[in-house]
């Protein structure tokens, strides 16, 4: 099975890292996977997004024009990502900054409050965790576990002291999301 996924928000939103730390898991799980950043002139502030794709078998192209999944962190993404989800596809909405919904009846739609989640569990800079939380808990395309691990061994040297805030900001976004038993 490959999944591909986007995610897209301003730059210092975490997009980046958010996909980077997807590769890693993926990768530590066994699969294959690519990692493909894209950011404008601006860094910070401009936009940024990344395609992340996570596959049984060898990856023919690290390129997706129509992705399974579009993670949207600003009202940008949402306007550029919102239309190209393949059917059936998923689509994660920081509804902390997303007001707009999608007119799309073809997709799945999750809302989480990620700078919410962030703000109330770590800090706001957090918000990129509790998104991927919430796209973990509605397409399990890797187990939160894998994640959590991947998380704890690849977070930059200079933030390893916040890697339980980070964790516990994954697994409140998850939590938003996630079915409850019974």
């Given at each position: 099975?490959?999944?591909?996924?986007?995610?897209?928000?301003?730059?210092?939103?975490?997009?980046?890292?958010?996909?980077?730390?997807?590769?890693?898991?993926?990768?530590?799980?066994?699969r294959h996977v690519t990692w493909i950043p894209s950011y404008g002139p601006e860094m910070r502030g401009g936009t940024a997004h990344c395609v992340v794709i996570i596959s049984d078998d060898p990856i023919g192209a690290p390129t997706v024009a129509r992705p399974d999944v579009a993670v949207v962190l600003n009202l940008p993404s949402f306007d550029k990502y919102e239309t190209v989800v393949k059917p059936g596809g998923l689509l994660v909405v920081n509804n902390s900054l997303i007001e707009s919904e999608t007119e799309r009846q073809d997709i799945d739609v999750v809302g989480v409050p990620a700078n919410a989640i962030a703000e109330e569990w770590g800090t706001v800079k957090m918000l990129n965790m509790a998104a991927l939380g919430a796209l973990l808990a509605a397409r399990p395309?890797?187990?939160?576990?894998?994640?959590?691990?991947?998380?704890?061994?690849?977070?930059?040297?200079?933030?390893?002291?916040?890697?339980?805030?980070n964790l516990r900001v994954i697994r409140r976004g998850y939590e938003v999301v996630a079915p409850v038993p019974g």
């Amino acid at each position: 099975m490959e999944t591909s996924i986007i995610i897209s928000g301003f730059g210092g939103q975490g997009v980046l890292f958010a996909g980077q730390l997807l590769a890693y898991a993926g990768m530590d799980a066994g699969r294959h996977v690519t990692w493909i950043p894209s950011y404008g002139p601006e860094m910070r502030g401009g936009t940024a997004h990344c395609v992340v794709i996570i596959s049984d078998d060898p990856i023919g192209a690290p390129t997706v024009a129509r992705p399974d999944v579009a993670v949207v962190l600003n009202l940008p993404s949402f306007d550029k990502y919102e239309t190209v989800v393949k059917p059936g596809g998923l689509l994660v909405v920081n509804n902390s900054l997303i007001e707009s919904e999608t007119e799309r009846q073809d997709i799945d739609v999750v809302g989480v409050p990620a700078n919410a989640i962030a703000e109330e569990w770590g800090t706001v800079k957090m918000l990129n965790m509790a998104a991927l939380g919430a796209l973990l808990a509605a397409r399990p395309v890797l187990p939160l576990e894998i994640v959590e691990k991947a998380l704890a061994e690849h977070l930059p040297a200079g933030k390893q002291h916040l890697i339980e805030a980070n964790l516990r900001v994954i697994r409140r976004g998850y939590e938003v999301v996630a079915p409850v038993p019974g």
